[in-house]
């Protein structure tokens, strides 16, 4: 597997992802459309150009879900046993169509777990940024990753 174990993460630690997506309209709009979201800052071009923005917003949840995504392959593939929360999820600047997004993560703790001996908890911090290096989402996430196998 690809994601690292949990005696494999050091605090400190950042991961710059060479995965990098550029966001589209049919991103945001079935990303909005299928998760019941019909806020018209995200799926309506006219309302959103009445705005101090002047055209749709890719929805946050969606910008949230690409960051943690675009981790996925580098850290935590097939290692996670679950995803635990998240924390200080902040959205500094916004998403557009077109905006392309990099993510680096930083290994913010790493614990065993106390009552499961082939496992513990490593707490993340993921940020993205657009093609400007603006930062567009931040997270702190907590995630119980697998012990190699003895």
């Known amino acids: 597997m690809a994601g690292l ?9 950042v991961f710059h992802h060479t995965l990098r997506k550029t966001v ?3 991103d945001n709009m079935l990303f ?24 749709p917003l890719v929805n946050s949840l969606f910008t949230l879900g690409l960051m943690i995504g675009i981790s996925v392959n580098d850290i935590t593939l097939g290692t996670t046993v679950a995803n635990l929360g ?11 169509h077109g905006d ?20 513990g908890i490593v707490e ?3 940020r993205a940024y657009n093609q400007n290096d603006v930062l567009v989402a931040k997270c702190t996430r907590q995630a119980m990753m697998l012990r ?3």
């Open 5 to 13: 174990y949990l005696e494999e993460f050091v605090v400190g630690h």
């Open 24 to 26: 589209t309209e049919s």
């Open 32 to 55: 909005s459309v299928m998760t019941l979201n019909p806020q018209p800052l995200h799926i309506d071009f006219d309302f959103a150009a009445k705005t101090e923005w002047g055209k």
């Open 86 to 96: 998240m924390k200080e999820t902040v959205f500094p600047h916004p998403v557009f």
């Open 100 to 119: 392309t997004i990099r993510v680096e993560t930083t290994v913010v703790s790493v614990r065993d777990s106390k009552s499961k001996p082939d496992r």
């Open 124 to 126: 993340f911090e993921h």
């Open 148 to 150: 190699k196998a003895a």
